[in-house]
């Protein structure tokens, strides 16, 4: 089947390939917060405050001192070596 000269086939993928989303689960625990398609939650910067967008380079990791929140940086901040504070505990780190 042909629609406007492009193939089914290829009109799928394309659609496919254009909704592979990641967004952020809402988790009560930091050890189930992850990237997933299925929630519209984006995930803050710890240190700014600005989302964290799926497909930028960013990280995320366990509070160093108490383990019990899931702290995140964005690309600026994490290249620029930003304080960070834990939402749970105030541990301040860079």
């Known amino acids: 089947m042909v629609i406007y000269g492009v193939d089914?086939?290829?009109q799928y993928k394309s659609f496919?390939?254009?909704n592979k989303v990641k967004i952020v689960q809402k988790?009560?625990?930091?050890?189930d917060t992850y990237m997933y398609s299925g929630s519209?939650?984006?995930?803050?910067?710890n240190a700014c405050g600005r989302d964290?967008?799926?497909g930028e380079?960013?990280?995320n990791f366990s509070c160093p001192k108490c383990r019990n929140a899931r702290i995140w940086r964005c690309e600026g901040?994490?290249?620029k070596s930003r304080e960070y504070k834990c939402p749970a505990c105030g541990y301040k780190g860079k």
């Open 16 to 18: 496919v390939c254009c």
């Open 27 to 31: 988790a009560n625990s930091c050890r």
């Open 57 to 59: 380079i960013s990280e």
């Open 52 to 54: 964290v967008h799926p």
């Open 8 to 10: 089914s086939c290829s």
């Open 40 to 45: 519209y939650d984006m995930p803050k910067c």
């Open 77 to 79: 901040c994490k290249g």
